[in-house]
């Protein structure tokens, strides 16, 4: 399983950010899955630069922009020399930000080009009754993977995010029956894109409120490749315990 740490703009402080990655030094080192902590822009610098370890680092967003004349802007360029290997991209806290879809390829685009792996973010604000939300997402896909190569479609990675399912509890997310149905969609749509076995290499990540006590269930119910954790990776003890969950 790939199991994504976004700390989002939960540890502000290089000690946190060290105990942190500490522990997922450990977790990783047990072999327990591909690790992957996603720190704020200047603890990522600080952490990545030094690592020895089989944690592997992703940026939470890069910049739009190719770099020159762009300030405070950070560059698929700067988080790849720095040693991130992937990025997230399109999550929903920078899509209610402003952030359109146009933008989101162009990040995708930037982070391929970098030999970085997209981690690219989708899902449906809320659950209508005439299904549209599946219709939301097949556009939110295919406008990025109508725009790649084929080639490059087989290097990025989807994470399912139901935006309603996000910074709640494990009651509140989603139903393992449910993650089973959407994975399976989410699927189908990749094998238009990426025929024969392509699509069933990409992996599929679930994100929203996923912790130590429904991981297993989720993980166990759907064909779903990892996670995407945020507010549970940000403290020691529930992340190793959620990694610990599934293993
Ligand atoms: P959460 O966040 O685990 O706190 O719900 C997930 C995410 O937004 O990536």
């Given at each position: 399983m790939l199991i994504v740490g976004?700390?989002?703009?939960?540890?502000?402080t290089l000690e946190k950010a060290k105990r942190l990655y500490a522990v997922a030094k450990r977790l990783a080192a047990a072999g327990h899955h591909e690790i992957v902590i996603a720190p704020s822009a200047p603890h990522l610098g600080f952490l990545a630069g030094g690592n020895r370890s089989s944690v592997e680092f992703a940026a939470q967003d890069i910049s739009s922009s190719l770099g020159g004349?762009?300030?405070?802007e950070v560059t698929a360029g700067a988080v790849a020399g720095v040693g991130a290997t992937y990025v997230i991209v399109g999550h929903s806290e920078r899509r209610a930000a402003g952030e359109t879809d146009a933008l989101v390829l162009q990040k995708v685009q930037h982070a391929l080009a970098h030999g970085l792996v997209p981690i690219l973010c989708i899902g449906e604000r809320e659950r209508d009754a005439e299904a549209r939300y599946l219709a939301h997402l097949r556009t939110q896909i295919s406008l990025i993977l109508t725009a790649l190569s084929p080639q490059e479609r087989k290097k990025i990675v989807v994470a399912y995010e139901p935006i309603w399912a996000i910074g709640k509890s494990a009651t509140e997310a989603i139903t393992p029956t449910d993650l089973n149905e959407m994975v399976l969609y989410i699927r189908k749509i990749l094998t238009e894109f990426l025929p024969g076995k392509g699509a069933s290499k990409i992996n599929i990540l679930y994100g929203g409120s996923v912790e130590s006590g429904n991981i297993r269930a989720l993980a166990a119910a759907s064909?779903?490749?990892?996670f995407l954790v945020g507010?549970?990776?940000?403290?020691a003890a529930s992340f190793g315990a959620l990694v610990k969950a599934v293993t």
């Amino acid at each position: 399983m790939l199991i994504v740490g976004n700390w989002k703009a939960y540890v502000e402080t290089l000690e946190k950010a060290k105990r942190l990655y500490a522990v997922a030094k450990r977790l990783a080192a047990a072999g327990h899955h591909e690790i992957v902590i996603a720190p704020s822009a200047p603890h990522l610098g600080f952490l990545a630069g030094g690592n020895r370890s089989s944690v592997e680092f992703a940026a939470q967003d890069i910049s739009s922009s190719l770099g020159g004349a762009a300030t405070g802007e950070v560059t698929a360029g700067a988080v790849a020399g720095v040693g991130a290997t992937y990025v997230i991209v399109g999550h929903s806290e920078r899509r209610a930000a402003g952030e359109t879809d146009a933008l989101v390829l162009q990040k995708v685009q930037h982070a391929l080009a970098h030999g970085l792996v997209p981690i690219l973010c989708i899902g449906e604000r809320e659950r209508d009754a005439e299904a549209r939300y599946l219709a939301h997402l097949r556009t939110q896909i295919s406008l990025i993977l109508t725009a790649l190569s084929p080639q490059e479609r087989k290097k990025i990675v989807v994470a399912y995010e139901p935006i309603w399912a996000i910074g709640k509890s494990a009651t509140e997310a989603i139903t393992p029956t449910d993650l089973n149905e959407m994975v399976l969609y989410i699927r189908k749509i990749l094998t238009e894109f990426l025929p024969g076995k392509g699509a069933s290499k990409i992996n599929i990540l679930y994100g929203g409120s996923v912790e130590s006590g429904n991981i297993r269930a989720l993980a166990a119910a759907s064909s779903i490749d990892g996670f995407l954790v945020g507010h549970a990776s940000t403290d020691a003890a529930s992340f190793g315990a959620l990694v610990k969950a599934v293993t």
